[in-house]
C-alpha cells in the first residue's frame, strides 16, 4: 500500500503546485487561497468525524496547548505559502521548500537531544547551495522577497513537524488532525472575511477549484499514510523528488523556461542533496 500512497501524494503535490502558482500568477486572492487550502485539508477529517465521532475531552490542558499551537504554525504555514508562491516560479519554490529538511535537523538536534549526523547537514547544505544558484525571470527584488517568504515557510513547517510529532504521539492522528481541523479551519475563514474577502460559491464549484482542493487533500493524506506504513526518511526523501517533476512541468505547462541551466544544476543539487539526507538515515 506504500507504493499507492506515495502516488496519491506525488500527484496531489505537483498538481496542487502547479495549480496555486497559475491561480496566483492569476491574481487570485492569496488569502482566500490559503484558506481553501486548509478547507480542502480539513473537509475529510470532519467527514470521518461525523462517523467515528472521536473524543476530544480526553484532551489535557497540555495537549490542547499543543494542539493550538499546531493550529497557529498551520495558519501561518499557509499564509508563507501563497507569499512565497506568488513571486516564486514553482520549480524555484519547490526546491527551497526542500530546505525543511535541514531545518528539521537543527530542530531535531536543539529541542529533541537528536544525534549530529554530518551527512544530514552536508545534504542541508547542498539544498541550501541550490537556493542560491536557481534563477528565473522578473525583478531580483521580487524574487529576494519570495526567497525570503519560502524560508519561513520551511522554518514554519518544519517547527510545525516538531509539535505535530509530540501531539499525535500522545493522542493519535486523528484526534489530531480533527483538533487542528476545528481550530485552524474556522480562524482563517473568519479572518478571509474580517479582511473584506470572500469566496464566491460559484467559484468553489468551478472544476479547477475542485481538483486543485482535491489534490490538495490527497497530497497531504497520502504523505501521512505513506509514512505511517513505512519509513518516514524514504518517503520524505520522495516527496523531495518531486521538484524534478515540478521544475520540468512547470517549464512545459506554466512556461517557467529562463535560465535552464541554472535551474537543472540547482534541481540536481537539491536532489543529491535528498540523497545524501536519505543515506544519512539508512546506512
Known amino acids: 500500500m506504500w507504493y499507492v500512497y506515495m502516488l496519491m501524494h506525488l500527484v496531489g503535490l505537483v498538481g496542487y503546485?502547479?495549480?496555486?502558482?497559475?491561480?496566483l500568477?492569476?491574481?487570485?486572492?492569496?488569502?482566500?487561497?490559503?484558506?481553501?487550502?486548509?478547507?480542502?485539508?480539513?473537509?475529510?477529517?470532519?467527514?470521518?468525524?461525523?462517523?467515528?465521532?472521536?473524543?476530544?475531552?480526553s484532551f489535557n490542558i497540555h495537549q490542547w496547548f499543543l494542539a493550538i499551537l499546531i493550529a497557529i504554525f498551520t495558519i501561518l504555514l499557509h499564509w508563507t505559502n501563497v507569499m512565497a508562491v506568488a513571486r516564486l516560479e514553482a520549480g524555484t519554490y519547490s526546491i527551497l521548500y526542500n530546505t525543511r529538511l535541514f531545518f528539521v535537523t537543527i530542530l531535531g538536534i536543539v529541542f529533541l537531544g537528536e544525534k549530529i549526523v554530518p551527512l544530514q547537514?552536508?545534504?542541508g547544505v547542498l539544498i541550501f547551495l541550490a537556493v542560491f544558484v536557481v534563477r528565473q525571470r522578473g525583478p531580483k527584488h521580487l524574487t529576494r522577497t519570495g526567497l525570503a517568504w519560502g524560508l519561513m515557510a520551511a522554518l514554519t513547517i518544519s517547527i510545525l513537524n516538531i509539535?505535530?510529532?509530540?501531539?499525535?504521539?500522545?493522542?493519535?492522528?486523528f484526534k489530531d488532525m480533527l483538533?487542528?481541523?476545528?481550530?485552524?479551519?474556522?480562524?482563517?475563514?473568519?479572518?478571509?472575511?474580517?479582511?473584506?474577502?470572500r469566496i464566491p460559491f460559484s467559484y468553489?464549484?468551478?472544476?479547477?477549484?475542485?481538483?486543485?482542493?482535491?489534490?490538495?487533500?490527497?497530497?497531504?493524506?497520502?504523505?501521512?499514510?505513506?509514512?505511517?506504513?513505512?519509513?518516514?526518511?524514504?518517503?520524505?526523501?520522495?516527496?523531495?523528488?518531486?521538484?524534478?517533476?515540478i521544475m520540468i512541468l512547470g517549464a512545459l505547462w506554466l512556461d517557467e523556461r529562463d535560465h535552464p541551466r541554472e535551474k537543472?544544476?540547482?534541481?540536481?543539487?537539491?536532489?543529491?542533496?535528498?540523497t545524501v539526507i536519505l543515506l544519512s538515515k539508512i546506512i
Open 163 to 173: 509539535f505535530e510529532k509530540k501531539l499525535v504521539l500522545q493522542v493519535g492522528f
Open 25 to 57: 500568477i492569476a491574481k487570485a486572492d492569496k488569502w482566500a487561497q490559503a484558506t481553501i487550502m486548509q478547507t480542502a485539508i480539513a473537509v475529510p477529517i470532519l467527514l470521518a468525524a461525523l462517523v467515528i465521532r472521536p473524543d476530544l475531552g
Open 179 to 197: 483538533a487542528v481541523s476545528l481550530l485552524a479551519t474556522p480562524v482563517m475563514w473568519a479572518m478571509l472575511f474580517a479582511r473584506g474577502g
Open 17 to 23: 503546485s502547479l495549480l496555486l502558482r497559475k491561480s
Open 121 to 123: 547537514l552536508l545534504g
Open 204 to 245: 468553489l464549484k468551478q472544476r479547477e477549484t475542485i481538483i486543485f482542493m482535491v489534490l490538495r487533500a490527497i497530497s497531504a493524506y497520502g504523505f501521512i499514510l505513506a509514512f505511517s506504513v513505512g519509513l518516514l526518511s524514504v518517503t520524505s526523501y520522495i516527496s523531495g523528488l518531486s521538484v524534478v517533476v
Open 264 to 274: 537543472i544544476v540547482a534541481t540536481t543539487l537539491a536532489a543529491v542533496g535528498l
